[in-house]
């Protein structure tokens, strides 16, 4: 199980966060939806400390840290257990296919390299990657490449992945590979957080929704709830603008 509580970050005087709370249970697929500049982003950069929140506690399991008291060792600990699939990929351009995702067993993880290359082989399997394993990320398509970075993040074998828009850079035809992708993961019961614009993947893939605004946390519950009947009226203000864009 994950719990964030009392989350808080600003940039200089603009406040980003304000005091959020969340639990996800270990296996939960966790949709966070929200218009841009809602502190979703932010929210999850948090949680792996790729951003220092002014306050707050995340608890992974066993794992507790106050996040206004880590040390270099307790940052470690975390993001050994969490991974993040961002919005444009971050693959070392110099490196294959299977270099980029055998980087962090190697280096992060300290397995050797051939069981580290045996892992990374599987998990390219699984994304439908398996013929691009010398490929540089020049020679793929935005879908390939971020497909790459999710078998990077299974790879890791976190107790959670964390999803950063992971469809917003790509071109429209490649959107579908992509949540065909995170949907297979979802069935298998990995715990995720996923940030999205696409209504109808959260719909289809989430146990839990939440929907942000002004960096707080306005409205959260069943999928079913919160799509047919929210109970805010911004909430519904924003579902119905995303059904509108949908259907132009």
């Known amino acids: 199980m994950i719990e964030l509580r009392n989350i808080s970050k600003s940039f200089g005087e603009l406040e980003v966060l304000g005091d959020i709370s969340l639990t996800v249970n270990k296996g939960e697929v966790v949709v966070i939806l929200g218009p841009s500049g809602s502190g979703k982003t932010t929210l999850l950069r948090c949680l792996n400390y790729l951003e220092k929140p002014n306050?707050?506690?995340v608890k992974i399991g066993e794992f507790e840290m106050n996040y206004a008291e880590a040390d270099k060792k307790k940052i470690h600990q975390?993001?050994?257990k969490t991974a993040m699939v961002f919005q444009h990929y971050n693959l070392f351009k110099h490196k294959t296919v299977l270099e980029n995702v055998m980087e962090?067993?190697?280096?992060?993880h300290k397995q050797p390299k051939q069981q580290a290359r045996i892992k990374s082989i599987e998990v390219l399997k699984?994304?439908?990657?398996?013929?691009?394993?010398?490929?540089?990320?020049?020679?793929?398509?935005?879908g390939q490449q971020q497909r790459v970075g999710i078998a990077r993040a299974l790879a890791l074998?976190?107790?959670?992945?964390?999803f950063d828009e992971p469809t917003s850079a790509l071109d429209p035809e490649l959107v579908g590979e992509v949540?065909?992708?995170?949907?297979?993961?979802?069935?298998?019961?990995?715990?995720m957080i996923v940030v999205t614009h696409e209504?109808?993947?959260?719909?289809?893939?989430?146990?839990?929704?939440?929907?942000?605004?002004?960096?707080?946390?306005?409205?959260?519950?069943?999928p079913r709830l919160i799509f047919e009947a929210p109970k805010e009226e911004r909430?519904?203000?924003?579902?119905?603008?995303?059904?509108?864009?949908?259907?132009n």
């Open 55 to 57: 306050s707050g506690k």
């Open 78 to 80: 975390l993001r050994k």
């Open 104 to 108: 962090g067993l190697v280096f992060v």
């Open 126 to 142: 699984k994304v439908g990657l398996e013929e691009k394993l010398d490929f540089y990320p020049s020679q793929l398509s935005g």
């Open 157 to 162: 074998n976190p107790e959670v992945i964390l």
């Open 179 to 191: 949540l065909e992708v995170i949907r297979t993961i979802a069935k298998e019961g990995v715990t």
């Open 199 to 222: 209504i109808g993947f959260a719909r289809d893939v989430s146990n839990h929704v939440i929907f942000m605004e002004q960096g707080l946390i306005v409205e959260e519950g069943d």
């Open 235 to 247: 909430t519904k203000q924003f579902l119905r603008r995303m059904s509108r864009d949908l259907v």
